[in-house]
């Protein structure tokens, strides 16, 4: 069963805008973990931002937040005042349990996020 | 630099080889983590190690195997390659505790040809 939803396979956005990539995700572990990673057109994985199952506060790294409902359990990535660097796939993905011996990441299929001049 | 190193960055062998995949993940990491990503299956988990033990094993072929070493460097070996194994292989490390993230290297790209 796929764990991890996302919905847009691709977005644009205007420089300067922000813009929400959705993702939602299904398990029935009370204690898990949230990542967004950025993979730009050379290949490199890299990580944005983590939100904890615990956490009251919605989590934000410079310009990135992270919009979690969690009775709704979704877990959106916004990011404010885009920049042309931005335009990479951003891939969701989820760490179930809280045993740090077993933390293997579950990922979306990604969305291709394009930013316009 | 997420700290990770993957060598080597590209690779290109021919159906039926062997090929060895290494990684020296960020200093004071003990978890070394092999995903496998493909335009047909996305990012899929392979194997975790940490500190030296296997921890867990996801969709990896019997034909793939790892290990990690003392110095916590770790190998991926894949054997019998088909065509279906070309992909770009991760290595990730990280910490201890739940809200540390995966580092993940820059990759090793597999073709088989």
């Known amino acids: 069963a796929q764990k991890i939803t996302q919905t847009q396979p691709g977005m644009f956005v205007q420089e300067k805008e922000a813009v929400t990539l959705d993702c939602t995700y299904d398990t029935s572990d009370q204690s898990y973990g949230l990542f967004w990673y950025k993979q730009p057109s050379s290949g490199e994985m890299i990580f944005l931002i983590y939100?904890?199952?615990?956490?009251?506060q919605n989590a934000t790294e410079g310009r990135y937040s992270l919009n979690f409902q969690k009775a709704r359990k979704s877990a959106n990535l916004v990011i404010s005042a885009s920049q042309l660097g931005d335009s990479a796939m951003y891939f969701c993905?989820?760490?179930?349990?809280?045993?740090?011996?077993?933390?293997?990441?579950?990922f979306g299929q990604g969305t291709i996020l394009t930013v316009h001049p | 630099d997420s700290g990770v190193t993957q060598t080597p960055k590209h690779l290109i062998t021919a159906t039926g080889q062997r090929v060895t995949l290494r990684c020296s993940p960020r200093s004071g990491d003990l978890s070394v983590y092999w995903y496998q990503q493909s335009l047909d299956q996305g990012l899929q988990f392979l194997i975790q190690y940490y500190n030296g033990e296997e921890r867990a094993k996801g969709n990896i072929l019997e034909r793939f195997s790892a290990q990690q070493f003392p110095d916590l460097h770790s190998e991926l070996n894949l054997s019998s390659l088909e065509l279906g194994d070309s992909a770009l292989y991760f290595c990730a490390s990280s910490g201890q505790g739940a809200d540390q993230p995966q580092h993940f290297g820059d990759g090793t790209r597999l073709s088989i040809l």
């Open positions: 939100q904890g199952s615990y956490d009251e």
């Open positions: 993905a989820m760490r179930e349990g809280v045993r740090t011996s077993y933390g293997k990441l579950t």
